[in-house]
């Protein structure tokens, strides 16, 4: 199997061994403490599953704005986006090495993580305008990872961390929710050594669920890693408990038994296209994947991004040697009416606009929304109905 990002074994920061683990808890209710934003207990979730293998835990700012700069931390370790504890109010920790990171999003907010503080740079309004234009490719406010960047806070507090729990993702999600080293060890089990990883924050539709049996053919994968968001999303995007029971119902009905995983990780959605695909690839190969989807948007939001430009800077700004996970390149995927399969529209010069089945977002909205399934040739009846169920409920 693919080894991890930067190291030959896989670190986890979650304290495994429950003893020491109730100890930390004791530990953090004494010690000075912040409640951290959503973006930073999103972070510790990743950091303790070994997602951000082999990160020790937040990065400063020199980190950071290397990363911002040239995508390596200040001692060359490829990373494509900053992973950091940004704060606006550090009265409560000022002067304490050992500090408490308490968890925002679940209710008594309790401690997830312990941190040794490092120490804690300001950082100023034009770094960090220039860091919100490195990752998001504009500083846009109306941009919603620029706006959740933009309020996060002006000090990073940097410094390894020792990760207590998974937030609210295990009790939320308990059959999706996986961490980086329990994906490898069932790939194990199931005797894969080459998989192929398929992010999604939203449904599947026909389009996706081909493009899946695409990749898992033309790279002669073992099996695919369907691998969703579990974490917050911009209003209007789908909730991931709808995501779940939508795509579990298409695997279920139309792979082949033992060809997919079905899985899902805790973190906040950028919105932050190419440099967020890079992160996508990162931490797949973390996971165990030997290659990741990358299709037409990734990662994407309104008209930020060029349709592949989450291709593209795979091409021109990852260094060949940065990563061990290859990227299965898609175009746009749809229903061909004269051929009668869902095909890539780069595979069939000779089709025009009007030979595909194509719908808007906005329109697949309106028809689940009004309880009409959008044709079968773009949605599977059992997903829609699960949609349409959704939106009805509204």
Known sequence: MIKPHGSDTLNPLYVADDKVREQLVQEGHELPALTVSSAAAANCVML???????????????????VGENMRTTDGLFWPVPIVNMVDDIEPIKGAARI???????????????????????????????????????????????????????????????????????????????????????????????VVAFQTRNPMHRAHEELCKMALEATGADGILIHMLLGKLKPGDIPAN??????????????????VMITGYGFD????????????????????????????????VGDFYGPFDAQTIFEEQVPADALDIEIFAADHT?????????????????????????????????????????????????????????????
């Open 269 to 300: 959605m950028l919105y932050a296209g190419p440099r967020e695909a890079v992160l996508h690839a990162v931490f797949r190969q973390n996971a165990g994947c030997s290659y990741l989807i990358v299709g037409r948007d990734h990662a994407g």
């Open 100 to 194: 408490a990171l308490r968890d925002p999003n679940v209710a008594g907010n309790p401690v997830i993580a312990v941190q040794d503080v490092e120490g804690i740079d300001e950082i100023s309004e034009a770094e960090l305008a220039t860091l919100a234009g490195q990752i998001f490719a504009t500083d846009d406010p109306e941009h919603p990872g620029v706006a959740t960047f933009n309020g996060l806070g002006r000090y990073i507090v940097h410094g390894p961390i020792q990760v207590l729990n998974f937030s609210y993702f295990e009790k939320d999600f308990p059959d999706t929710f996986r961490t980086a080293g329990s994906i490898r060890d069932e790939f194990a089990e199931r005797g894969w050594e080459k």
């Open 242 to 259: 709808v995501r779940d029971a939508a795509i579990r119902k298409m695997v279920d009905v139309y792979f082949p038994e033992n060809t």
């Open 48 to 66: 303790g599953a070994g997602y951000f293998n082999p990160l020790k835990g937040f990065m400063s700012k020199a980190d950071a704005l290397s």
């Open 334 to 394: 749809a229903f061909s009416k004269k051929l009668g399969k869902v095909v890539m529209m780069r595979d069939v010069p000779d089709h025009t606009k009007e030979d595909f089945v194509i719908l808007s977002g906005t329109k697949v909205r309106e028809m689940l929304g009004n309880g009409t399934a959008p044709p079968p040739e773009f949605s599977r009846p059992e997903v829609a109905e699960i949609l349409m169920d959704y939106y009805q409920s509204k």
